[in-house]
């Protein structure tokens, strides 16, 4: 069981927006430590699509965005596309673990 | 071309030893903290290691500590990872990765299977 919490599925159709969450705790989101986001389609690689809360790397589309308050962060996907289909993943460091640590992931299916 | 290759997983007996090597190019390995991430098959990303950019100072997560041990040779552009007493529960595609600010991971490999099985 992840200490960042992710709801497993989340889905929407093509043009819509969705939103996934990522809830921690006051000894890492809450404590000030960054969030980011990865993406991983079925049988590659993950790919980074969030930096420090809400820095995208070069390349990944405006469609994204990332947001942090309190001892949660979001990561917003608008305008669905059907390639959008993936797995996402929530990343930060737990001070009283004295780990990194994924969230459980959230699996996103584009109806 | 800026990427990581990761190799030398396989099949290994409970109980048994296997070295990973990750060889980075196109940019500067010295300067980034380097990390092994893993996943398991069907399930989601677990962190496994990182190392600092001098190969001083290291940490582990509790699945692998005293099992596993991370280093680096700067000169060679390769991260490693030794994994000693394996066992099920370390099956998983092993990933390399390379760390910026805040531990995010802005580059991966492409993966090794590791199986470990009788």
């Known amino acids: 069981q992840s200490v960042l919490t992710q709801p497993p599925s989340v889905s929407g159709a093509p043009g819509q927006t969705v939103t996934i969450s990522c809830n921690g705790s006051s000894s890492n989101i809450g404590a000030g430590y960054d969030v980011h986001w990865y993406q991983q389609i079925p049988g590659a690689a993950p790919k980074v699509l969030m930096c420090g809360n809400t820095n995208r790397p070069l390349g990944v589309p405006d469609r994204f965005s990332g947001s942090k308050s309190g001892t949660s962060a979001s990561l917003a996907i608008t305008a669905l596309q059907a390639e959008d289909e993936a797995d996402y993943y929530c990343q930060s460091y737990d001070s009283s673990l004295s780990v990194v640590m994924f969230g459980g992931g959230t699996k996103l299916t584009v109806l | 071309e800026v990427q990581l290759v990761e190799s030398g997983g396989g099949l290994v007996q409970p109980g048994g030893s296997l070295r990973l090597s990750c060889v980075a190019s196109?940019?500067?390995?010295?300067?980034?903290?380097m990390h092994w991430v893993r996943q398991a098959p069907g399930k989601g990303l677990e962190w496994v290691s990182r190392?600092?950019?001098?190969?001083?100072?290291?940490s582990y997560a509790d699945s692998v500590k005293g099992r596993f041990t991370i280093s680096r040779d700067n000169a060679k552009d390769t991260l490693y990872l030794q994994m000693n007493s394996l066992t099920a529960d370390d099956t998983a595609v092993y990933y390399c990765?390379?760390?910026?600010?805040?531990?995010?991971?802005?580059?991966w490999g492409q993966g090794t299977l590791v199986t470990v099985s009788s």
């Open positions: 990765t390379r760390g910026r600010l805040s531990s995010c991971l802005d580059l």
């Open positions: 196109g940019f500067t390995f010295s300067s980034h903290w």
């Open positions: 190392i600092n950019k001098d190969g001083t100072r290291e």
